[in-house]
């Protein structure tokens, strides 16, 4: 696994109107590594990912990106006027970005063969793996997604995290995720941070879901560790190793 370290955050601090929102964060981003922020509502998730992407600054305390920093970045949701007429090939190419570019993207996220497709029209699982498609086409070295799989089913949910750690081995490039899914997140990701304005804890998946300080915030939640004996098709279908769908078998966990 590169190390390489594609941003840094070294004891920094923000707040708002007095009160202290992030206090004394460090923590590094590192190349082919992907990272999942999990924390309670209102813990400063949202401000620390607008601190990342540069949209603010910090009271005190340094951010430090690479020289090379590429962000792609998938929002939590985004409103699109139901009345505008546009495709989804012609939505990613608001990016700026030429067509063959788009196609490219969206056939990297499993959706080519809705190009021509309203985006209005598209369903909740579609429509994010349409902003995941918009979040790559600059082929980023660090893709922050903010709740990646929000509006879509289990088995979608599946099948997304699966492809966001293809994407990751493909663009060889860091995955900050935000994500309040903590039975399936755990299993899509290398390190965990756990945020409650300070870092109560960071690591392994294994190791964070032990840890005092988490259990405090969300208490005994069942985590589950993914086998890795089958697939799972766009579609979160169960495939055997061969690709071939598994009529009435679900996924298997323990």
């Keep these: 696994m590169n190390s390489t370290p594609l941003m840094t955050l070294n004891k920094v601090n923000k ?14 981003l590192n190349q082919g590594e992907i990272t999942t922020l999990v924390g309670p509502n209102g813990a400063g998730k949202s401000t620390l990912v607008r601190i990342i992407l540069g949209l603010l600054k910090p009271d005190s305390g340094s951010v430090v990106p690479a020289a090379n920093l ?60 349409a902003l995941l498609a918009r979040a790559i ?33 493909s663009l060889n490039c860091a995955v900050l995720m935000v994500s309040h899914d903590l039975h399936i997140v755990m299993s899509a990701t290398d390190q965990v941070i756990c945020l409650n304005h300070h870092i109560c804890c960071y690591g392994r998946p294994e190791q964070v879901t032990k840890d005092p300080a988490y259990l405090d915030i969300f208490g005994e939640t069942a985590i589950y560790a993914h086998r890795h004996d089958h697939q799972h098709s766009v579609h979160g279908e169960v495939l055997d190793a061969q690709g071939v769908h598994q009529h009435g078998e679900g996924c298997d966990h323990d």
């Design 137 to 169: 086409l600059r082929k980023p070295n660090l893709l922050v997604l903010d709740e990646p799989v929000q509006g879509v089913d289990v088995n979608g949910q599946n099948a997304l995290y699966k492809m966001i750690g293809e994407l990751s081995r």
């Design 70 to 129: 590429n962000i792609g970045y998938m929002p939590q949701k985004l409103h699109i006027d139901p009345t505008l007429p546009i495709s989804t090939c012609r939505f990613l190419q608001l990016a700026n970005t030429s067509h063959s570019a788009c196609h490219s993207a969206l056939e990297s996220v499993g959706i080519g063969h809705l190009a021509a497709t309203p985006i209005q029209k598209l369903s909740g699982g579609e429509m994010q793996r």
């Design 15 to 28: 707040g708002f109107t007095g009160q202290h929102v992030l206090h004394n964060i460090s923590l590094q």
